[in-house]
């Protein structure tokens, strides 16, 4: 059973969406296990499984067809959100560098503009790309790896290139995403444009 808003997001109590709240308690949580205890174990965890459910609530909407616009924008804000939750946390204890952290705010700073401009020109987001989708999994797969090599002796000689080898795949594959963003909202504009010119 499902309830339907009236703001246009489409059915909000549905599986997927309820995955996807979860999956944003999920952040707070691990800030406060990484942070403020030293559950260091437990803050791996609930990132480990951040990231492996990032692509259960886009297949149980499919599943289930319970798709939802309320769905769509909730699952690259809780990608987002576990990204730059986890980059401060790791760049705060010195797990990754700061430069990889700056490259990463760059791409989301570019992002926004490029949201922000199409909504002042009267468009929505375009919609998630699967190399943005690929590119967070990568990452949230990347950030754990580099958390077992800084508190695990025993693992760091294979979790840390593992790591380092992930996070830049993600890297570029984030930057990629962009690239194609960037893309689709050009398509967006030129469309709406051409639409416009044809209205009577």
């Not at 009236?6 to 995955?19: E, F, H, K, S």
């Not at 499984?49 to 599943?63: I, T, Y």
């Not at 986890?86 to 992002?111: D, G, Q, S």
């Not at 990629?176 to 044809?198: K, M, N, S, W």
Request: hydrophobic share 55%; charged share 15%; with cysteine.
């Amino acid at each position: 059973m499902s309830v339907v808003d009236r703001q246009g997001l489409g059915p909000v109590l549905t599986v997927p969406n309820l995955i996807s709240f979860a999956r944003l308690l999920g952040v707070p949580l691990f800030m406060y296990l990484f942070l403020a205890t030293d559950a260091t174990g437990w803050a791996i965890g609930v990132l480990v499984v951040g990231g492996l459910s990032d692509w259960v609530d886009g297949f149980a909407a499919r599943r289930l067809k319970q798709v939802s616009r309320l769905g769509e924008l909730l699952d690259p804000l809780a990608d987002r959100l576990y990204i730059l939750a986890t980059l401060f946390a790791l760049t705060y204890e010195n797990v990754v560098p700061w430069w990889f952290t700056i490259a990463l705010l760059a791409r989301e700073a570019v992002m926004v503009l490029c949201l922000v401009v199409l909504r002042i020109l009267g468009h929505g987001p375009p919609p998630v790309h699967y190399v943005g989708k690929t590119a967070t999994a990568v990452l949230l797969m990347g950030f754990p790896m580099m958390l077992l090599a800084k508190y695990s002796e025993a693992a760091r000689p294979w979790a840390e290139p593992s790591g380092w080898a992930l996070l830049w795949w993600g890297i570029v594959l984030y930057w990629l995403a962009a690239v194609f963003y960037f893309v689709q909202a050009g398509t967006h504009v030129r469309a709406g444009r051409a639409e416009a010119a044809d209205a009577p």
